[in-house]
């Protein structure tokens, strides 16, 4: 049998993350956007960072989490 739906998995600090949803998935590809290049900041809202840090913490990934919040008050600034 097909699988019909795309996996939802990322490698980020250093362990397999099975995301509960595509959008999960997207904010986590989005937070290691961050860490390797912190000017991509500009491209979010400040709304989108604070998911950004939530869907970090709802997966215990403490050193994204504390990107996400460096970026949102780079961004507020």
């Known amino acids: 049998m097909y699988d019909n739906f795309p996996p939802r998995q990322i490698f980020l600090a250093g ?7 595509a959008e999960d998935l997207k904010l986590l590809k989005e ?21 950004i840090k939530e869907a970090c913490q709802r997966y215990s990934l403490g050193k994204y989490q504390r990107l996400a919040s460096q970026a949102i008050d780079r961004a507020s600034v």
């Open 31 to 51: 937070a290691q956007a961050l860490e390797i290049d912190p000017a991509t900041v500009l491209q979010h809202s400040i709304g989108r960072l604070h998911l």
């Open 15 to 21: 362990r397999n993350i099975v995301c509960a949803s």
